[in-house]
């Protein structure tokens, strides 16, 4: 099993600053891929950022330029730095990461960390 830890959510003036960071640990193989969702009450999970094996990065269009998602040299701790907060971003923001196996491939979820945006 995988454990993953999430820290540093909290609360943030607008223009503020605030980097999440999601440690892995547990049964780890082959990680794949690893990622940042965030959902707000009612509404789906979505993609803030993603970074695969290689590297390559993805960003939500809402985020672009604003956030920045990285690892560590291990590569199983990810963080996502986010700068120029504004209320919209205003959730909860959950970790995931893919791992490869020898029966498949598995993903992990963390438990969540709110962030929350306001004067």
């Known amino acids: 099993q995988v454990q993953l830890v999430e820290s540093g959510g909290g609360l943030v003036q607008p223009g503020g600053s605030l980097r999440l960071s999601c440690a892995a640990s547990g049964s780890i193989s082959s990680i794949l891929a690893q990622g940042w969702y965030r959902q707000a009450p009612g509404s789906q999970r979505d993609l803030v950022a993603s970074?695969?094996?290689?590297?390559?990065?993805k960003y939500a269009d809402s985020v672009k330029g604003r956030f920045t998602i990285s690892r560590d040299g291990p590569k199983t701790t990810v963080f996502l730095q986010m700068n120029s907060l504004k209320p919209e971003d205003t959730t909860i923001y959950y970790c995931f990461t893919s791992i490869y196996y020898d029966d498949g491939v598995q993903g992990f979820w963390g438990q969540g960390t709110p962030v929350t945006v306001s004067s």
């Open positions: 970074i695969t094996r290689g590297g390559n990065t």
